[in-house]
């Protein structure tokens, strides 16, 4: 799993328990663990362990989902216009650090 390097301060720090991907990010598996890397430098930094992974449309976001994403609703609809422009089925994954 990838993320852009500015959240790996907020996923070490487990202030971000989700993310919002598309469907072809919707294939983790709950209960396994996957490495995560920057999207830019491709550099891993931990592992997560997926707890859900749930359907949700766009217009569904709520303040609690942004609270997860360790950022304000006007904020995450903003990053995900930004990163799946015009996609209303989305996913979220929630996961938790995995601590070695």
């Known amino acids: 799993m990838t993320f852009f390097a500015r959240f790996e301060a907020?996923?070490?720090?487990?202030?971000?328990?989700?993310?919002?991907?598309?469907e072809s990010e919707s294939h983790y598996q709950v209960?396994?663990?996957?490495?995560?890397?920057t999207l830019e430098e491709g550099r891993w930094f931990c592992k997560l362990h997926i707890d859900a992974v749930t359907p949700v449309t766009f217009s569904e976001l709520t303040d609690f989902h942004?609270?997860?994403e360790n950022m304000t609703l006007p904020e995450l609809k903003a990053v995900i216009n930004e990163?799946?422009?015009n996609v209303e089925s989305l996913?979220?994954?929630t996961y938790h650090l995995v601590e070695e």
Not at 13 to 22: F, G, L, Q, S
């Open 91 to 93: 996913y979220v994954v």
């Open 31 to 37: 209960g396994s663990t996957v490495d995560v890397s």
């Open 10 to 22: 907020d996923i070490l720090a487990k202030k971000k328990t989700i993310t919002v991907r598309d």
């Open 66 to 68: 942004a609270e997860q």
């Open 83 to 85: 990163i799946y422009p």
